[in-house]
T-cell receptor, first 112, second 111 residues
C-alpha cells in the first residue's frame, strides 16, 4: 500500500517563530488532508489539498502532486498551535484505493 | 449543530468481554470509518462503509466487527478475539472520497 512519511518527527519552537512541516507519499493520490490533533485527541481539519496552495490565517499548505509531497507552513506560531500534525492521503489505486492512510505525525511544541 | 458524536468517552473492558463503541453522525454523509490510534502513532483503518448495509475491512480488521443498518450510525464491536484492544478509537464520516470529519474519540482500556 501507499507509504506516507512526515518530517520532522518533533519540532520545538519559541512563540512567534515560523515552521514548515513536510509530507512525502509514495504513489498517486486522490486527495490529501492535513489535521491538527489537540491534547484531548480531537482531530481538526486544517486543509483538504490534493494539489495547489491554500491559506487559512497563519496556516498555509502546498501540495505538489507530481512530485508526491505536501508542505504545511505555520507562521507566527502560538502556544495553541502545539499538538500533533498529521498528513493523510487517499489512495488512487490498488489496495490503497479509497482508504485514507496517515503519516506518523509531527509533534509540535510551542513555548511562550 | 451538525457533527459526529462518539460514546462513551472512556470504556473499560474485562478479559473475554465484547464491547461496543457508538458513532453517530447527522451530516448526511454516506461514508463512515473507524480508526485505531496507539500512543505516538498515526491512525490505522479498521473498517469502513460507503453505503448502508455494506462495509469493508480496513488494514487491521481482525478482532473487530461492525454493522451499518442506518445511514447515521456505524457501531464498532471490539470482540474478545482482539488481544490488544487498549487504544484510542476514532470515527469519521465523509461525502464519498472528500474531506473526512472526525468525532471526539473513545479511549478503551483493559482491566
Amino acid at each position: 500500500g501507499i507509504q506516507v512519511e512526515q518530517s520532522p518527527p518533533d519540532l520545538i519552537l519559541q512563540e512567534g517563530a515560523n515552521s514548515t512541516l513536510r509530507c512525502n507519499f509514495s504513489d498517486s493520490v486522490n486527495n490529501l488532508q492535513w489535521f491538527h490533533q489537540n491534547p484531548w485527541g480531537q482531530l481538526i481539519n486544517l486543509f483538504y489539498i490534493p494539489s495547489g496552495t491554500k491559506q487559512n490565517g497563519r496556516l498555509s499548505a502546498t501540495t505538489v502532486a507530481t512530485e508526491r509531497y505536501s508542505l504545511l507552513y505555520i507562521s507566527s506560531s502560538q502556544t495553541t498551535d502545539s499538538g500533533v500534525y498529521f498528513c493523510a492521503v487517499l489512495g488512487y489505486r490498488g489496495t490503497s484505493y479509497g482508504k485514507l492512510t496517515f503519516g506518523q505525525g509531527t509533534i509540535l511544541t510551542v513555548h511562550p | 449543530d451538525g457533527g459526529i458524536t462518539q460514546s462513551p468517552k472512556y470504556l473499560f473492558r474485562k478479559e473475554g468481554q465484547n464491547v461496543t463503541l457508538s458513532c453517530e453522525q447527522n451530516l448526511n454523509h454516506d461514508a463512515m470509518y473507524w480508526y485505531r490510534q496507539d500512543p505516538g502513532q498515526g491512525l490505522r483503518l479498521i473498517y469502513y462503509s460507503q453505503i448502508v448495509n455494506d462495509f469493508q475491512k480496513g488494514d487491521i480488521a481482525e478482532g473487530y466487527s461492525v454493522s451499518r443498518e442506518k445511514k447515521e450510525s456505524f457501531p464498532l464491536t471490539v470482540t474478545s478475539a482482539q488481544k490488544n484492544p487498549t487504544a484510542f478509537y476514532l470515527c469519521a464520516s465523509s461525502i464519498a472520497e472528500e474531506t473526512q470529519y472526525f468525532g471526539p474519540g473513545t479511549r478503551l482500556l483493559v482491566l
